[in-house]
């Protein structure tokens, strides 16, 4: 866990302002619950055995996201959350992430 409330600060969250809990049981990424004040986010440790380009996830969410404000404006699709430099992503010591709020 130590791991990942270093990557949440690279998403700007304060140590002392969310708490951080395991979330289902993924065979394939980690992921944690986080809850900061009355928001919950989805922290995801990307497997790169499996996702080999763990950079595009981030991109094709934005692609489906941008098509289907284009032809389906019902359908919600939540968008990944900021980290340093604008990126959807964060890379720490080779882990790739991607936080998502719920």
């Known amino acids: 866990m130590d791991i990942m409330h270093s990557v949440l600060a690279s998403y700007g969250f304060n140590k002392d302002s969310y708490t951080i809990e395991r979330f289902g049981n993924g065979l394939i990424n980690d992921t944690c619950l986080v809850k900061k004040e009355d928001q919950k986010y989805i922290l ?15 991109e094709n969410i934005e692609k489906i996201r941008a098509y289907l404000a284009k032809t389906d404006d ?3 699709l939540r968008r990944p959350a900021e980290a340093r430099k604008g990126k ?9 992430t991607v936080c998502s709020r719920l």
Do not use: C, S
């Open 44 to 58: 995801q440790r990307v497997n790169k055995a499996v996702f080999t380009n763990p950079f595009l996830i981030a």
């Open 74 to 76: 019902a359908y919600f």
């Open 88 to 96: 959807r992503w964060f890379v720490w010591k080779e882990i790739t």
